[in-house]
Each structure stands twice: as C-alpha cells, then as structure tokens.
C-alpha cells in the first residue's frame, strides 16, 4: 500500500497502546523451561508453584515457589521439605543459564561444572538411544511378572499386608500413613515393623522405602535413618513397557528386585535394593527411559500393599516378591 499524502495526521506509535505481552528475556525462558509459568514481579524475581509439591508435608500453594535471576540464580520455596530438590534444580537452573551465554557471580560457574552438565547430557542421550532396546530386548509382560514370582502372594489384604512387612526388620521405624501423615501429631504413623504386625491390615494408603530414626515424627529425609530400597515407578509408560525396565534393571544392571505393588491406578511400583553405586546417574537414565524421579527421595511416600486406594481407584496389590531380595 502506497503512503497516503495529503493533511491526513497518521497516529505515531506511542499513541497506540500495545496489548501484546512483554519480550521474556532468556533467563525468564530458562526459568520456565524447568519450572512452568512464572508471574514475574520484575524482570529478575517471580513467583510460581514448587515443582516439588509432592514432597511438601503441608498444603501447597500456588505462589510458594520465588524465582531469582540476579546474584546466583536460583529457586526458593516456603517449605523446607523440598529444599534439596530445589537446591538440584538450582544447580540445574545455573547450568542452563550458561549454556545461553548468561554470566553471573557464582562459584558453580566453573569449568568443572560445565564438564558436569556435559557428563549429564551424554547419559541422557545414551538412555533415550537405548530405551527401545531395553523394550525389545528385556519384554516382560504383567502377567509373566506376576508368573516369575519366586514365592507365591498371598490374594487377602491381610496376607498382603503381612508379607509387606517382610521387607523390613523387626526392629525397623517403618512410616505408614496418608501424604501429610507427618509432624507431633502423627507420631502413631512410624512404629517398629514388629508393632505394625499387630494390625490384621494396613490403616493407611502409604508408606515409604526408608527407615527412620527412633523418635522421630517427621517424614522428611533428615529423618531417614537408611534407605533400604529404591521404588522405581512410571505413569509414562503402559505397564508392559515398566515391567521391561525392572527386568532391564534386575538382569543387566544387577539391581536386587524384592517386590513389585500394583497400585491400584495405572502404574506399578518395582522395589528393589537400594543399589550400591552412585544414584545421580540412575536417576538421569532412569528419568530419560520415563520413570518418576521423585522416587530417588529417600522420604517419599508410595503406594502400601493390601488397601483400596483412597481416590476411588483399585486395590492396591502385591503381585510379586522375592525372599532372597529382601534388604534386611
């Protein structure tokens, strides 16, 4: 179109308010990019939802989670049990911020934490170029898990329950409760195995894979006395495809599997004996093949055996368990 000519006034562009949003800048991108939108207070400061609610011990809110840019990027919550998580994805979030070529004061600027990420990055390439031959070459459908069980499980809730239990010692701290079942007034929720024996069925939908200190009523991991498995759970991938990743890991990698619960839901939770070997890299294989994360907390609650599910879903089963995997 011609420019018209003539006395016609044509408006300036400061004379038209603009309703498109502001530019995000690249640390604002990188932020979101690891923590979901942010309603950003200034250009270094926002507020959003912890990505770690799972692990709070008290409702969660929807502004609980500060974000900040300037000095040494980072995450900060309200609740301190997420405060390692956060302090990782921190970590995480500086790396990130360098590889854009943003620059701060940080002592984690260095070359060693560059050489870290990059370490972090070739795992995560092998795991996803390996994912489809874990499902072709370690297939292990349901029903021939169930099949494979060295000992048969028991169908009653009760029996269910029972043989639970035999994953711990006698003498161990073991939580049971509901998500929030944690602080003074759920001292009741961490009892010895022995004492948990005494209920012909379990009170509560949860449970966790650690011991916990005698005398402690918080279900955080400063409280966790050892952690004696590691509950490796998927709500990526059909049942089949997260049966093909325990035998994965019973078989080629050597991880002790003692039990494996249906949880009633869509998942399966694959217990197995808290490996020896450094967990970081687990964890990024693990994350990279479509297994939950949050399972590597040693505080986290997962689903007990021998109870309905408290959201209306199915029975929470045992479907499997081997004797000689127990970790006691």
């Not at 609980?64 to 000095?71: A, F």
């Not at 009523?217 to 952690?227: A, E, H, I, L, P």
Request: charged residues 25%; hydrophobic residues 30%.
């Amino acid at each position: 179109m011609k420019q018209p000519t003539g006395d016609l006034e044509l408006p300036h562009e400061e004379s038209r308010p603009s309703t498109a949003e502001p530019r995000k800048t690249k640390g604002q991108v990188v932020a979101e990019r690891l923590v979901g939108e942010v309603g950003w207070e200034t250009e270094t400061v926002g507020l959003c939802s912890c990505p770690f609610q799972d692990f709070h011990t008290h409702v969660s809110g929807r502004k609980d989670c500060r974000v900040h840019l300037d000095g040494a990027p980072n995450f900060h919550c309200v609740h301190e049990s997420c405060k390692e998580h956060l302090a990782a994805l921190s970590q995480e979030f500086r790396t990130q911020l360098l590889e854009v070529g943003l620059g701060f004061t940080c002592p984690e600027t260095s070359l060693q934490s560059r050489q870290a990420y990059r370490r972090q990055e070739q795992s995560r390439q092998r795991a996803r170029k390996s994912a489809p031959l874990i499902q072709r070459d370690y297939a292990w459908t349901l029903q021939k898990l169930k099949l494979d069980s060295p000992v048969d499980v028991p169908g009653a809730p009760t029996g269910q329950y029972q043989r639970f239990l035999d994953l711990f010692a006698e003498d161990d701290i073991v939580w049971i409760g509901e998500r929030y079942s944690s602080g003074i007034r759920h001292l009741g929720s961490f009892r010895t195995a022995s004492d948990w024996r005494a209920f012909e069925a379990s009170i509560a939908n949860y449970t966790c894979p650690s011991t916990f200190i005698p005398g402690e009523y918080r279900r955080s991991n400063d409280c966790v006395k050892q952690r004696r498995y590691l509950v490796v759970e998927s709500d990526k991938l059909s049942r089949d495809e997260t049966c093909a990743v325990f035998r994965w890991l019973k078989e080629a990698c050597d991880w002790g599997l003692a039990a494996v619960v249906d949880t009633g839901g869509k998942s399966l939770h694959g217990w197995f004996r808290s490996p020896d070997e450094d967990l970081e890299e687990a964890k990024i294989v693990l994350g990279e093949l479509g297994c939950d994360t949050k399972m590597f907390t040693p505080s986290q609650p997962v689903r007990i055996p021998g109870i309905m599910r408290e959201d209306g879903g199915g029975m929470q089963k045992l479907i499997y368990f081997d004797p000689a995997e127990v970790n006691v």
